[in-house]
Each structure stands twice: as C-alpha cells, then as structure tokens.
C-alpha cells in the first residue's frame, strides 16, 4: 500500500518561508512523477509544481522563482521550498504520485495522479 505523509506546513508572516516534506512509504515504482498541489476551501486542486524520477521539474508559471521542487531518493522524501510567501499563499497542500513519467504538460493536473497524502496547512498572514 503506498502511503504520503506531509509535514512542515505552519504559519508564517508575508515574506517568510517554509519547507514542505512527503514522505512515502510502500512505494516501489522504478519511475515516477511526484508532485505538489494546493487547494483553498471550494476551490479546484490547483498544481505548484512536479518532478518525475529523472529529475526533470515543472512548475505553475505564477509561482516560478519562488518555490522549488526536489527529491530525495534515498530518504524517499519529495520537498517543497516556498520562499518569499504571500497571503495568496494560504491553502492545504497535498503531494500527489503516479507511476511513470507524465508528459511535461500533464504532470500539473490532479486527475493524472492517483496517489494522494492528507495534507498540511500553509497560512500566510500580511
């Protein structure tokens, strides 16, 4: 059974930063994608960013240079950076996986991953 588990969610002050951690369990796929969602109450599961296990990265274009995907395989741990946050920043942050690589194109939409953690909480005041 694979299993996502976030941590490192918080709140923190406009300008700050936090680290986002996944890790997984019971996961032995050879290849790949893992990835980074957001979603605000009554609001569609919009994607941040994506690395799949040949290190290549995709992110949403409004949030380029500030947050940075990366993976660590040998923890089994996917990590988020999210620097200079924003209020527009608060949202449940989930991880998501699917086995294989996605083409760069779907690798942001959340029907393409059938894997999912439970979440952790961004607040960002102003």
């Known amino acids: 059974q694979v299993q996502l588990a976030e941590s490192g969610g918080g709140s923190v002050q406009s300008g700050g930063s936090l680290r986002l951690s996944c890790a997984r369990a019971g996961y032995h796929y050879t290849t790949y994608t893992l990835a980074w969602f957001r979603q605000a109450p009554g609001k569609e599961r919009e994607g941040v960013a994506a690395i799949a296990t040949d290190g290549s990265t995709s992110y949403a274009d409004s949030l380029k240079g500030r947050f940075t995907i990366s993976l660590d395989n040998a923890k089994n741990t996917l990590y988020l950076q999210m620097n200079n946050l924003k209020p527009e920043d608060t949202d449940m942050y989930y991880c998501?996986?699917?086995?294989?690589?996605?083409?760069?194109?779907?690798?942001?939409?959340?029907?393409?991953?059938?894997?999912w953690g439970q979440g952790t909480q961004v607040t960002v005041s102003s």
């Open positions: 998501a996986a699917i086995p294989g690589h996605l083409y760069y194109d779907f690798r942001l939409r959340h029907s393409q991953y059938n894997y």
